[in-house]
C-alpha cells in the first residue's frame, strides 16, 4: 500500500462520515453538526486568509476528526489517538500526515490551550479559531445551554457555576484569543449579538435571581 501525505478532498469527505459516526449518540455541542459548523468556519477563515499559505485541505480534515478522540466525548482513548489512527490507516495515509494532524488537533481544546500561541502553524491556528467560534454568537449560547443543562447547572443567579457566569468565564474572553484576522472580526460580531441577547435576558429577569 502506498501511504500519501497530501490530503484529498474525498479524504475530507470520509473523515466527516468517519466522524458522524463515532459521534452518533452524542448530543448538543459536540454532535456531527458541530463538526459541520467548525468546517464551515474554517472555509470562511481560509477564504478571509488567502494569503496565509495554509493547506485548506488540511485544515478541513482536523476539522473533521478533532473531536473523534476527544477526552470529553470517549473515555480513555484520547491518549493514544486510537480512532484517529484507525481512520489514517484505512485511508492510506502517511505516519508524517497522522503525527501533523495529532499535533494540530492536540492545540484545538480551549481546555489546555488559554493563551495565544503565535508558535502555532497557521493550519492550528485556523483550527482552533473554527471551533472557537462555534462556542460564540447564537449558537455558541445555545451549546452553553444544552452543556450547563446537561450537567444540572442553573441557568442564572448568584455566584459562579452558573451558565450565564460561564459567557464571562471563558465565552467573552475567546475574541481576544483568536489567531487569524478573519476569526477575530467574526468572534467580535458573534459576541455583540451575546451582549444583546444578555441585556434583554437581563431585563426578563431581573429581581428573579436565586
Ligand atoms: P472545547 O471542546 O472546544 O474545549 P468544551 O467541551 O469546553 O469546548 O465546550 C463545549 C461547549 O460547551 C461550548 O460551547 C462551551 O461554551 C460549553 N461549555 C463548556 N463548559 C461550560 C460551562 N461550565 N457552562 C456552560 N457551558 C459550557
Ligand atoms: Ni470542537
Known amino acids: 500500500m502506498l501511504w500519501r501525505d497530501i490530503v484529498t478532498d474525498g479524504d475530507i469527505i470520509n473523515a466527516e462520515d468517519f466522524a458522524a459516526d463515532v459521534l452518533r449518540g452524542n448530543s448538543g455541542g459536540h454532535d456531527i453538526s458541530h463538526i459541520r459548523r467548525v468546517m464551515n468556519n474554517a472555509r470562511i477563515i481560509l477564504d478571509g486568509e488567502k494569503n496565509s499559505g495554509a493547506d485548506a485541505n488540511l485544515v478541513l480534515l482536523c476539522c473533521a476528526l478533532h473531536d473523534v ?47 495565544k500561541n503565535p508558535a502555532l502553524c497557521i493550519e492550528a491556528q485556523i483550527v482552533q479559531d473554527a471551533d472557537r467560534l462555534d462556542a460564540l ?13 446537561s450537567v444540572g447547572r442553573h441557568m442564572y443567579g448568584e455566584g459562579d457555576g452558573t451558565t ?11 475574541p481576544g484569543l483568536m489567531n487569524t484576522i478573519t476569526a477575530k472580526r467574526m468572534a467580535d460580531e458573534r459576541t455583540e449579538f451575546m451582549k444583546e441577547f444578555l441585556t434583554q435576558f437581563n431585563t426578563e429577569t431581573k429581581d428573579t435571581h436565586i
Open 69 to 115: 478522540d476527544d477526552r470529553k466525548i470517549k473515555a480513555c482513548d484520547a491518549e493514544e489517538f486510537s480512532r484517529l489512527r484507525e481512520f489514517f490507516a484505512n485511508a492510506g495515509l502517511s505516519d508524517r500526515l497522522f503525527e501533523q494532524v495529532m499535533d494540530i488537533i492536540s492545540h484545538v481544546s480551549y481546555t489546555n490551550n488559554h493563551t
Open 137 to 149: 454568537g447564537a449558537i455558541g449560547i445555545a451549546r452553553a445551554f444544552a452543556y450547563g443543562g
Open 164 to 174: 450565564i457566569s460561564h459567557f464571562y468565564d471563558k465565552l467573552f474572553l475567546l
